[in-house]
């Protein structure tokens, strides 16, 4: 099973990314899939989640500009950014509980990250 994130790049202040990542392998349930973010020097931390439910939360400081989402499937989240900031600039990691058969407990998956650069 893997987790493969894309859509990172630069871009502007003011300007708007798409985050992308896939679940690939067998699998039976993926549970809440989140976005999370590590900026140089500082801890990873949650930006935004979505259960398989439809619950979201999402960082205080990425409220109204980010939206997170999944496909029909729930195999695949998304992250819009929008209004981005240089303070958003870090690698983002997609990760997901999944469980691989129905007599396993789910695990944390992670991405491999995609690089954001926010600058002018």
């Known amino acids: 099973v893997q987790l493969q994130a894309s859509g990172g790049g630069l871009v502007q202040p003011g300007g708007s990314l798409r985050l992308s990542c896939a679940a690939s392998?067998?699998?039976?349930?993926?549970?809440?899939m989140n976005w999370y973010r590590q900026a140089p020097g500082k801890q990873r931390e949650l930006v935004a989640g979505?259960?398989?439910?439809?619950?979201?939360a999402y960082a205080d400081s990425v409220k109204g500009r980010f939206t997170i989402s999944r496909d029909s499937a729930q195999r695949t989240v998304y992250l819009q950014m929008n209004n981005l900031k240089p303070e958003d600039t870090a690698v983002y990691y997609c990760?997901?509980?999944?469980?691989?058969?129905?007599?396993?407990?789910?695990?944390?998956?992670w991405g491999q990250g995609t690089l954001v650069t926010v600058s002018s």
């Open positions: 990760h997901a509980e999944i469980r691989l058969t129905s007599s396993i407990n789910s695990r944390a998956y």
């Open positions: 392998g067998i699998i039976f349930r993926i549970g809440p």
């Open positions: 979505l259960t398989s439910s439809g619950t979201t």
